[in-house]
C-alpha cells in the first residue's frame, strides 16, 4: 500500500507554482518585446528541456520507453500545454499587458472545471461553483482597481483572444494530464510534452523564418532562463503533482492565484502601487481555493431501526 501524500506539501507547492507563473508575465513581457513570439516561445522551451532532462536524470535516473498509446498522449500534451500555450502566450503579451493578461488566465479553472465535470465524471457540486465565481470575482477586484465591471467593457483585441486561447490550450493540457499521469510521473509527462512540444515550435519558428538566435540583452536571456527553469520544468513537475493527487479541476483553481502574485510582483519589482482593491480581491481568491478545496464531509450512517 503506498504512503498517502502530504496534502500540505502539495497545497504549499501549488502556491508557489502561482507565485512562479505570476512572475512569468513579467518575464514573458520583457521577453515578448525583445524578440518575436515564436523565438521567445522556442528558446524557453530549448532552456525547459535541458532543465527537465537534467531533472529527470538526477530523480528517475532517465525517461522511461513509451508505448505506442502514450506517445499519442505526450504529443497532445505537447501540442496544446506546450506549443500551443506558449505561442499564444507570447503573442498575447506583445500587444497585452501583464497584468490584463494575467486575468484572461483566471477562466482557466472555470474551463477546468466544466471539462472534468464532462469528460471526466468529476462532480460539480454548488460549493465548487461557488469557490470559482467568488476566486473570479476577487481577479477582476485586484486587476479592475476596484471596479470588475470595467475589465469588460473596454474592446476586446487580437491580443486578448490569444491570451484567452491560451487559457483554453491550458485547460485542456491539464485534463489530458489525469489520463496520461496513470501510467507515466508527473516528471516524465512534462519531459516528455516538452521535447514534443519543442519539436512544433521549431517547425513555427523556421516557417515564420525566426529560426535564430535571440539578439536579446542580459535581461531578455535571464527572462528567458526564468522562463525555462522555473516557470516551466519546476512548475509544470509541481502542477502536475497536485493533478496526481488532487484531480484537474481542483489544482486548476490555483491558477487563480496567479494574477494577485502577478500584481504583487509588479509592486515589488516595479514599484508600482498597492491599492487596497488588491486586498480585498487578494482575500477574495484565496477565499475561492479554499471553498473549492475544502473536504467533503462522509455521508452519515444509515441509521438501524428494530
Known amino acids: 500500500m503506498s504512503p498517502q501524500p502530504d496534502l500540505r506539501l502539495v497545497y504549499g507547492k501549488l502556491v508557489l507554482v502561482a507565485i512562479i507563473w505570476g512572475g512569468t508575465f513579467i518575464a514573458g513581457r520583457v521577453a515578448a518585446n525583445e524578440m518575436p513570439a515564436p523565438t ?10 535541458g532543465a527537465l532532462l537534467l531533472l529527470s536524470w538526477r530523480l528517475d535516473g532517465g525517461l522511461p520507453v513509451l508505448s505506442r498509446q502514450q506517445w499519442v498522449g505526450v504529443i497532445l500534451l505537447g501540442m496544446t500545454g506546450v506549443a500551443a500555450y506558449n505561442l499564444l502566450f507570447m503573442f498575447g503579451l506583445e500587444r497585452v499587458p501583464a497584468s490584463r493578461g494575467s486575468l484572461i488566465m483566471a477562466f482557466n479553472p472555470v474551463a477546468a472545471l466544466l471539462g472534468a465535470a464532462l469528460f471526466l465524471g468529476e462532480p460539480l457540486t454548488r460549493y465548487r461553483v461557488a469557490g470559482i465565481l467568488l476566486a473570479l470575482l476577487g481577479v477582476a477586484i485586484v486587476l479592475g482597481h476596484g471596479h470588475p465591471l470595467q475589465l469588460f467593457t473596454g474592446h476586446v483585441g487580437v491580443g486578448e483572444v490569444a491570451l484567452l486561447g491560451c487559457a483554453m490550450a491550458w485547460a485542456t493540457y491539464t485534463l489530458l494530464g489525469k489520463r496520461i499521469l496513470q501510467g507515466l510521473s508527473p516528471l516524465a509527462a512534462s519531459t516528455y510534452a516538452a521535447l514534443t512540444g519543442v519539436a512544433i515550435l521549431a517547425i513555427a519558428a523556421a516557417l515564420s ?98
Open 209 to 306: 523564418g525566426d529560426l535564430i538566435v535571440p539578439q536579446a540583452s542580459l535581461t531578455g536571456w535571464i527572462c528567458l532562463a526564468y522562463l525555462g527553469v522555473f516557470g516551466t520544468a519546476v512548475a509544470f513537475v509541481w502542477f502536475y503533482d497536485g493533478v496526481k493527487v488532487l484531480g484537474p479541476a481542483r489544482t486548476a483553481v490555483f491558477i487563480n492565484l496567479v494574477p494577485v502574485a502577478a500584481v504583487t510582483l509588479g509592486v515589488l519589482l516595479l514599484g508600482e502601487p498597492l491599492e487596497m482593491s488588491m486586498l480585498s480581491g487578494g482575500a477574495l481568491v484565496i477565499l475561492g481555493v479554499f471553498i473549492i478545496n475544502r473536504p467533503t464531509p462522509p455521508a452519515p450512517a444509515a441509521t438501524v431501526t428494530a
Open 40 to 49: 521567445a516561445a522556442l528558446w524557453r522551451y530549448l532552456i525547459a528541456c
